[in-house]
Every structure is written in structure tokens, then in C-alpha cells.
């Protein structure tokens, strides 16, 4: 089972800037493993925010396009959302999660909590 933890989340203000990164273990590389971020705030459902797919294409929420940036390390097992122009509606519980292309995610971080005031 892939363990996945994440962490750089805090505080911003306005405009600001933070990047989240999910460190996997015990995972071996495998390019049919994708992986994305999510987020959740409270009394919201959860938004698919970054995504990855088969090919390492990207796909981002209307909401942070041209705002967030997903990318990876294969190296060091890590994944990133580096997140700019932050505004208080980013606000929210950032989760990674991974899963076997195309089926799903099972496997999900514990979160690490953005907030960012104006």
C-alpha cells in the first residue's frame, strides 16, 4: 500500500505564493501510478484541483488555471502543487492521492491546510 504525506501548506496572504509537496513510500516508480491533488473545505465537496494522467499531462480545476502548477520528482517520489496568486477562496485541506490510471485513487494523504487571508 503506497503511503502518501504531504506538506508546505500554511498561511498566505492575498496574492501569495506556497507549494505543497506528497512524498510516496513504499511505491516504486511504475508510469501506470497517477497521482493528483485535491482539496476540500468545509461544508464544500471535494475538487479535483491538479491532476496527472497516464501520459504526465496535466489537468487543473477552472478555478487555479494559469494560478497552479502540478509537477513530480520521480527521483525523490514526490509530488508538487506549487500554488501563486493565491486569494482566501483557495482556502481549504490539500490532499494527494494516487491510484492506478484510470481506476481511481486509493491511496490519500492526511492533508496539509492552506489558508489565506486578504
Known amino acids: 500500500q503506497v503511503h502518501l504525506v504531504e506538506s508546505g501548506g500554511g498561511s498566505a496572504q492575498a496574492g501569495g505564493s506556497l507549494t505543497l509537496s506528497c512524498v510516496a513510500s513504499g511505491y516504486h516508480y511504475n508510469p501506470n501510478y497517477c497521482m493528483g491533488w485535491f482539496r476540500q473545505a468545509p461544508g464544500k465537496e471535494r475538487e479535483g484541483v491538479a491532476l496527472l494522467d497516464i501520459n504526465d499531462r496535466a489537468t487543473y480545476a477552472d478555478s487555479v488555471q494559469g494560478r497552479f502548477s502540478i509537477s513530480k520528482n520521480i527521483a525523490k517520489n514526490t509530488l508538487y502543487l506549487q500554488m501563486n496568486s493565491l486569494t482566501p477562496e483557495d482556502t481549504s485541506m490539500y490532499h494527494c492521492?494516487?491510484?492506478?490510471?484510470?481506476?481511481?485513487?486509493?491511496?490519500w494523504g492526511q492533508g496539509t491546510q492552506v489558508t489565506v487571508s486578504s
Open positions: 492521492a494516487g491510484g492506478r490510471c484510470g481506476a481511481g485513487y486509493n491511496s
